[in-house]
């Protein structure tokens, strides 16, 4: 149990670390892409663009959120043993029974 929550513990540090740099990295690639474009284009230009970026991003996760979940598979149908199991098992019974006879002294000499 113990190993469990620390496991837990060690996936979730390493998961906000994870998350704070990704965020970190989001940061400078649109500030670059902001500097780069408003070099070329100009500053109100470079915003815009940016933002629309950042808006088809925004777009695709809602869309993304707004699909059906799949549905759940269906339950495992549960049929009688297949002829094979269901022959073995009848000679087992069969066998059993037979032995159960000849050690009560009911089938000797039939």
């Known amino acids: 149990m113990q190993r469990a929550v620390s496991g837990l513990a060690r996936s979730a540090v390493l998961c906000l670390i994870a998350g704070i740099a990704g965020l970190v990295a989001a940061i400078f690639a649109t500030v670059a892409a902001f500097i780069a474009l408003s070099n070329a284009l100009g500053a109100a230009l470079a915003a815009l663009i940016v933002a629309l970026a950042y808006l088809v991003v925004a777009l ?3 869309a993304m959120l707004r699909r059906p979940a799949p549905p ?9 043993p297949p002829p ?3 022959a073995f098992l009848t000679g087992v019974q069969t066998g059993r029974s037979f ?10 000499g039939s």
């Open 84 to 86: 094979l199991a269901e």
């Open 60 to 62: 695709i996760a809602v």
């Open 99 to 108: 032995g159960e006879g000849f050690r009560s002294g009911a089938r000797s």
């Open 72 to 80: 759940p598979p269906p339950p495992p149908i549960i049929n009688a």
